[in-house]
């Protein structure tokens, strides 16, 4: 901005009247009467329209939608994982025991109890996918209704 336009800028509003009134209406151009309810009426339309849009019809924004997809894809994954560490735990030695066992135990602890026999942790891992040890274990005792 050069200094002749900042010089009229600030002498404009050194000489603009401070009666009370409001700035922003005295700076507008001056409109139609009709036109400042037509004005707020659309705001207001916009507004609740992308209200009921996100809120009632479901619109999701990008970092939602990715997140959604991430959970949906790591679920899948889960699942997977839990039919093969069920398989491999139907496969071993010694079921029954292993069941029973199985059994015994909290429901909350029995993922653990895969994991540390190995049953979660899949071919090329050091360690089992999180979630997949008690995915599996729901899957082998399934949770009575």
């Not at 005295?26 to 996100?54: C, E, Q, R, Y």
């Not at 959970?71 to 735990?89: E, K």
């Amino acid at each position: 901005m050069d200094l002749q336009r900042l010089f009229a800028y600030s002498a404009l509003w050194r000489d603009f009247p401070s009666s009370g009134r409001d700035i922003s209406m005295s700076l507008l151009p001056n409109m139609h009467k009709d036109s400042k309810p037509f004005l707020l009426g659309a705001i207001a339309g916009a507004v609740l329209f992308t209200w009921i849009g996100f809120d009632a019809l479901g619109w999701k924004t990008g970092g939602t939608t990715e997140t959604l997809a991430k959970r949906q894809a790591d679920g899948a994954v889960i699942a997977a994982y839990a039919r093969i560490c069920s398989n491999q735990f139907n496969g071993a030695k010694d079921l029954p025991a292993r069941l029973e066992t199985l059994k015994k135990t909290e429901r909350w602890s029995r993922g653990d109890i895969l994991a540390k026999a190995g049953f979660a942790t899949m071919l090329g891992e050091k360690e089992p996918t999180q979630g997949v040890a008690q995915a599996c274990a729901d899957m082998l005792i399934p949770e009575k209704n």
